[in-house]
């Protein structure tokens, strides 16, 4: 059969052209009226069709243990073949334009294709279907949720197809040629399910629409691009639909290209520090009522008290509900006052579908996947978000202690996100993942824990031997923080560069970032605070913005992320006031198994993640590194860099052999060396001067010596040596001459 023809507006700009094509494949013939694309003959978009497979879905699951399709199956038995085709038909679009999957492109095919084996006789899957199911996807947020609500996703597609037949044929028609008729059509599907609505508007709509579903994610986008198209329109859906329409026209225009808003350039302008997608959350009740917990697992809920709170929308921002809660609890002391703002705001904004949540009684943990959106319930006395909570309980003193410590953190609602790849594995297996007659999914080989093995070659690359490499990796992977210290010129900060990279396995510096401490750096440069920031409206506020040493921690914790190293070098770290700048984060550097309260975060627990590790580096001819407190001698290992000892000992001469080059620089910086006292071993030079290709003529030599070396030798014997006794010590003649009657 030939397919619906698709408005060429939608090729010219979509996302996804195969995505898209298989879409319309489906959508196209259903939207206007005609025969399934899937056999050309069957009228699966009817009123009849999607109120019998509504009415069978609705029946619930037989057995919750069971897998999907094994529920399905069950209850399509007996069905006419217009609403098992449908089924098939809604299967596909369900999960045709989601990107990282929890299931393998060839499971998922396998759902469509087992379903279209319930007719009789079994239906032949065209070409076309498949086309668009690729890996890649293009919906990128809330795939957990289209994995756990798979069952009320098709139940709302079912009342999309019924809502859609019974309009007349010009409304439709009209949906099909305009995005904003479209929405409104599809918008008054009753029982709203944001998350697949949008997909299917995406779908049918792409160069209007954007593949984001996520209510949060929307309203982050948009507000971080408003400025950019004159201001935002309005808070309604449609008007932040087209808001993000008209900033992605904006950034087409720039980039020559349709954008990606999930592209690492992009998201890091709108995604708000910090957000690890899918997030995981202990529950508490007040007072640990088992009563509540128990209606909280019978009612596959959970809820939130706000008796004396004012009525608040999802996704209401931070400052509301501060604001809120200090007006509306003034009963409550500061600390409760605090602990309900967390617990208001997490609930309304932060949560999502897909995300975990846990509670504890009696010892047992049990664990739940959150499936709906917040709703106020009880006369508004009470939040509630619907939470499918599994059967199994775990004994809290059987879990990691890691998991363990998370369970001790105070609060009604505790973001635990930092723990959720341990929760993810106690999670029961999904039974749709091994159904009968599927393929299983492709060995995964396992990601490499820990520091990347160093090599010879390596160690040549740098000019130094492997032994005294390997033991700074060895000390640098057991204390997590040490520094590299030593006189100018022997690669301190090179070699920490050059080390990360290689330990981490990363070319790219994402996992190894650098930061220069100075006299005046301070702890909100270095971890976090309050900076000025310009409103829409063109005012002057604060906002709390994340230094350095927060972003990587965060990055570091992200789930998937934990067992890769991520490296910050703080390069000249002893010239700034280190109790000033590292604040209450002395604690974590011992300790990093605990959690402390940030003095600008006093809600928000932060704990540093075990794989992040911190190399500075000092220079010893800098006296400032005398006055180093006890503090952070403890918590770091000291590892010297000097030109008498190894790594750095011979390391010039090893790099003008392997470029044949003169070899006299290497005779002169060990000759220069010689002529300083033992006692002033700090003040030595490191090889670094001489690297330079200027070092190989004697002009550029006798530059090197007069404005670089003799100045610093000045400076440190300065009052002890005049300059013709320098001269006569240090200079290059004299140097020049020794080595001639050696």
Same mark, same amino acid.
């Given at each position: ?28 013939? !259903? ?22 497979? %509504?009415?069978?879905? *609705? ?24 609403? &098992?085709? %449908? ?25 469509? /294709? ?35 609500? +798979?069952? @009320? ?35 008054? =599907? ?53 808001? $993000? ?13 349709? +954008? ?21 959350? %202990? ?44 007006? @509306? ?12 703002? =967390? ?53 809290? =003193? ?12 105070? !609060? ?7 723990? +959720? ?82 330990? /981490? ?28 920031? &310009? ?35 703080? @390069? ?17 550097? *011992? ?12 809600? *928000? ?26 503090? $952070? ?30 070899? =006299? ?10 002529? $300083? @006292? ?20 004697? &002009? ?13 030798? *000045? ?28």
């Amino acid at each position: 059969m030939t397919p619906a023809k698709k408005p060429a507006l939608h090729r010219a700009l979509g996302i996804s052209k195969e995505i898209e094509d298989a879409a319309w494949f489906v959508l196209g013939p !259903g939207l206007l009226g005609k025969a399934s694309a899937l056999d050309g003959r069957t009228k699966t978009w009817s009123v009849q069709a999607s109120a019998e497979l %509504l009415e069978r879905l *609705e029946r619930g699951v037989a057995d919750p243990k069971a897998p999907m399709m094994t529920n399905l199956r069950q209850n399509l038995e007996g069905a006419t073949r217009g609403a &098992k085709q %449908l089924a098939v038909e809604l299967l596909f679009l369900q999960s045709l334009p989601l990107a990282h999957e929890v299931k393998s492109l060839k499971v998922k095919r396998a759902r469509v /294709a087992e379903a279209a084996s319930w007719l009789e006789p079994p239906l032949e899957l065209p070409d076309e279907l498949y086309a668009g199911m690729t890996d890649h996807g293009v919906i990128r947020d809330r795939t957990a949720e289209f994995n756990w609500t +798979i069952w @009320d996703h098709l139940k709302w597609l079912c009342r999309f197809v019924q809502h859609v037949a019974q309009r007349p044929a010009h409304v439709v028609q009209a949906a099909v040629k305009d995005p904003l008729a479209f929405h409104r059509l599809v918008a008054g =599907t009753p029982d709203d399910q944001p998350a697949i609505r949008r997909s299917i508007e995406f779908l049918v709509w792409p160069s209007y629409f954007e593949p984001v579903v996520a209510d949060v994610e929307r309203q982050e986008i948009r507000d971080a691009f408003a400025s950019l198209v004159g201001g935002a329109k309005g808070d309604s859906d449609e008007d932040i639909s087209a808001d $993000i329409h008209r900033i992605r026209l904006h950034l087409d225009q720039q980039a020559g290209q349709r +954008i990606d808003w999930y592209s690492r350039q992009l998201v890091s302008q709108w995604r708000k520090v910090g957000d690890p997608g899918r997030r995981a959350w %202990l529950l508490r009740t007040h007072h640990d009522n088992a009563e509540l917990l128990g209606e909280w697992r019978d009612e596959e809920a959970v809820t939130l008290d706000v008796e004396h709170l004012r009525l608040l929308d999802p996704g209401v921002t931070a400052g509301l509900v501060q604001n809120a809660v200090d007006e @509306d609890y003034k009963h409550l002391g500061y600390v409760e006052r605090e602990d309900t703002k =967390t617990a208001v705001f997490a609930f309304l904004t932060v949560m999502k579908p897909g995300d975990l949540a846990l509670y504890q009684s009696s010892g047992k943990v049990r664990i739940g996947v959150v499936l709906g959106e917040p709703e106020h319930a009880k006369d508004n006395r009470q939040l509630r978000r619907k939470v499918r909570w599994f059967d199994e309980e775990h004994d809290v =003193t059987g879990l990691p202690r890691h998991i363990q410590r998370q369970l001790t953190t105070s !609060g009604n609602i505790v973001d635990i996100t930092r723990v +959720i790849q341990a929760l993810e594995a106690l999670l029961p297996a999904e039974a749709e993942e091994a159904e009968e007659g599927t393929e299983p999914d492709a060995a995964v080989e396992p990601v490499e824990e820990g520091f990347r093995p160093l090599t010879p070659e390596f160690a040549a690359s740098l000019h130094m031997d492997l032994e005294p490499l390997q033991e700074i990796a060895e000390l640098l992977e057991e204390n997590r923080q040490l520094v590299l210290y030593g006189p100018p010129g022997t690669g301190k900060t090179y070699l920490a560069k050059h080390l990360a990279a290689e330990l /981490a396995g990363d070319t790219t510096d994402e996992r190894v970032k650098l930061v220069q401490f100075h006299p005046s750096y301070a702890y909100e440069d270095f971890f976090e605070g309050f900076r000025p920031d &310009k409103t829409d409206e063109g005012q002057v506020s604060f906002k709390l913005v994340a230094g350095p040493l927060r972003r990587l921690a965060e990055e570091a914790a992200k789930p998937g992320n934990e067992s890769k190293p991520y490296f910050l070098i703080i @390069d000249e770290m002893n010239r700034a006031n280190l109790a000033k700048v590292f604040g209450e984060l002395y604690f974590l550097l *011992e300790y990093r198994d605990d959690r402390i309260y940030l003095q600008y975060s006093p809600n *928000e627990p932060f704990t540093l993640p075990d794989n992040l590790y911190i190399i500075g580096t000092m220079n010893t001819a800098d006296r400032s590194i005398a006055m180093m407190d006890a503090a $952070i001698r403890r918590r770091f290992s000291f590892i010297e860099l000097h030109p008498k000892t190894e790594p750095v000992k011979g390391s010039l001469l090893r790099f003008l052999q392997a470029r044949d080059l003169d070899t =006299t620089p290497a005779l002169l910086l060990d000759a220069l060396n010689d002529a $300083i @006292d033992e006692w002033d071993r700090d003040l030595m030079i490191g090889p670094s001067y001489f690297m330079k290709k200027s070092a190989q003529t004697p &002009k550029g030599l006798r530059r090197i010596w007069k404005y670089e070396l003799m100045p610093l030798l *000045e400076e440190h014997y300065h009052g002890q040596l005049n300059r013709a006794q320098l001269e006569e010590r240090f200079g290059l003649e004299q140097l020049l001459g020794r080595l001639a009657h050696a």
